[in-house]
């Protein structure tokens, strides 16, 4: 098992930025391909960021490419790994619940059915 707990969403305006953070502990997290997902209200899920257990590899959506950074710290002695995403230029397409999600596999996946652990989410809200 995985605990996922995400961090750092909250209002930030038009053309700023932020950064999300997820704590995952438990089962070698350091093993494990994460990712970044976000829903907005009426829209389906959609990956925004995914990163391999190494953070060698790297995906990212169209409407983030140029504009992000997927990053991950791993604590083999803790048994933790911190997940971040660092969006900037945020736009109106941006408002989301941002989910943090682990896949047990050493290789990223944009497919969001293949996570078998996530976090509650963080809204992030973007006003003019």
């Known amino acids: 098992q995985i605990q996922i707990v995400e961090s750092g969403g909250g209002m930030v305006q038009a053309g700023g930025s932020l950064r999300l953070s997820c704590a995952a502990s438990g089962r070698n997290a350091w093993t494990d391909a994460m990712a970044w997902f976000r829903q907005a209200p009426g829209k389906e899920r959609e990956l925004v960021a995914a990163?391999?257990?190494?953070?060698?590899?790297?995906?990212?959506?169209?409407s983030v490419n140029g504009r992000s950074t997927i990053s991950r710290d791993d604590d083999r002695d803790m048994a933790k790994t911190t997940l971040h995403l660092q969006l900037h230029a945020l736009h109106p397409e941006d408002p989301a619940v941002y989910y943090c999600?682990?896949?047990?596999?050493?290789?990223?996946?944009?497919?969001?059915?293949?996570?078998?652990?996530w976090g509650q989410g963080t809204q992030v809200t973007v006003y003019p």
């Open positions: 990163i391999d257990y190494k953070g060698g590899d790297t995906a990212y959506a169209d």
């Open positions: 999600a682990a896949h047990a596999s050493l290789f990223l996946s944009p497919d969001g059915t293949t996570y078998e652990y």
